[in-house]
Structures are given as structure tokens and as C-alpha cells.
């Protein structure tokens, strides 16, 4: 079945980086979208990175633009998200997911059908 696992949180001091992994498998990882989201204790669950399917694109929230990256490596099935100058504000539990039609196109969480369980992000000031 389809399966999206985040790993590589944790807890820094502002200004710090940290690379997520996003692993995939149950499905062809090289036809499809993978976004990025991110939830704040008492926020909703907002997209802050897009990249699509082998890569040709990729989008970024204003709040982390110029700082964060997204990439993706077919053969290792997963996908990355390098944050860089991290902030407290920062702060939430990252979730990588997929979905098999709309993809980058919706910013809607409500589109993404498939979501991993999420990796803590804790940044401290």
C-alpha cells in the first residue's frame, strides 16, 4: 500500500538547518507530486513546498522561501527538504504527502489523499 515516512526532525537553536526525508514506497514515487506540509500547535496544516513529479518544479510558501529546498531522488524513493536559518516560528510537526491527481496544483490539504505521520520540528530562540 501506499506509505510516506518522515524522518529527520528534531530540536535546534534558531539559525540552526536540518534536512527531512520524506521515504516512499507502495507506489511509482517518479510519477507523482510530493508536498510538503506543516502544522503549529493551535494553526492549521499549511503546504510550504511543492515539487513535482521528476522534478521540473517546485514551490515555496512566502514564509520559507529563500531558506528551505525541495528535492527528490528517484532511485533512493524519497524526497528532502532542506531548512536552512530556521526560526522559532518554524516550530510544528512537518508531513510529506502525495496525491495522484491534482498534485502541486491544489494547495488544499483536503486534495492530498496520502500523508505520512509527521516528524516534530522544534526550534528554540
Known amino acids: 500500500q501506499v506509505q510516506l515516512v518522515e524522518s529527520g526532525g528534531g530540536l535546534v537553536q534558531a539559525g540552526d538547518s536540518l534536512r527531512l526525508s520524506c521515504k516512499a514506497s507502495?507506489?511509482?514515487?517518479?510519477?507523482?507530486?510530493i508536498g510538503w506540509f506543516r502544522q503549529a500547535p493551535g494553526k492549521d496544516r499549511e503546504r510550504i513546498s511543492c515539487?513535482?513529479?521528476?522534478?521540473?518544479?517546485?514551490d515555496y510558501a512566502d514564509s520559507v522561501r529563500g531558506r528551505f529546498t525541495i528535492s527528490r531522488d528517484e532511485a533512493k524513493m524519497t524526497v528532502y527538504l532542506q531548512m536552512n536559518s530556521l526560526k522559532p516560528d518554524d516550530t510544528a510537526v512537518y508531513y510529506c504527502?502525495?496525491?495522484?491527481?491534482?498534485?502541486?496544483?491544489?494547495?488544499?490539504?483536503?486534495?492530498?489523499?496520502?500523508w505520512g505521520r509527521g516528524t516534530q520540528v522544534t526550534v528554540s530562540s
Open positions: 504527502a502525495t496525491d495522484f491527481e491534482l498534485g502541486c496544483r491544489s494547495h488544499s490539504v483536503y486534495d492530498f489523499d496520502y
Open positions: 507502495g507506489f511509482s514515487l517518479y510519477h507523482f507530486d
Open positions: 515539487i513535482s513529479a521528476r522534478g521540473g518544479s517546485t
